[in-house]
Nanobody, 119 residues
Framework: QVQVVESGGGLVQAGGSLRLSCAASGSFRSINTMGWYRQAPGKQRELVADITNSGSTNYADSVKGRFTISRDNAKNTVYLQMNSLKPEDTAVYYC?????????????WGQGTQVTVSS
């Protein structure tokens, strides 16, 4: 099995910063793309940013220039540095890891971490 565990959420004032971390562990051959998604109350879960194991990144338009995704392949860990936070960034943030288990690829989700930005 594969476990995905997030940390780093919290309450911050608008304009502030937070850094989220997510580590994947367990039995897998490799971790491919890792990403951050978020879900605000009453809204669908949306992609925030993702990063391949070669370092290619992809960002939602709403966070470009403010958020930075990075990863440490040796630790199977992905980070999300969030700067210039806005109240509309308030959501539960989920980490997703695409892991190769045997000959197949599976997507694993963390339990989520709350980010609240006050105005």
């Amino acid at each position: 099995q594969v476990q995905v565990v997030e940390s780093g959420g919290g309450l911050v004032q608008a304009g502030g910063s937070l850094r989220l971390s997510c580590a994947a562990s367990g039995s897998f051959r490799s971790i491919n793309t890792m990403g951050w998604y978020r879900q605000a109350p009453g809204k669908q879960r949306e992609l925030v940013a993702d990063i391949t194991n070669s370092g290619s990144t992809n960002y939602a338009d709403s966070v470009k220039g403010r958020f930075t995704i990075s990863r440490d392949n040796a630790k199977n860990t992905v980070y999300l540095q969030m700067n210039s936070l806005k109240p509309e960034d308030t959501a539960v943030y989920y980490c997703n890891a695409a892991a190769k288990v045997g000959n197949f690829n599976y997507a694993y989700w963390g339990q989520g971490t709350q980010v609240t930005v006050s105005s």
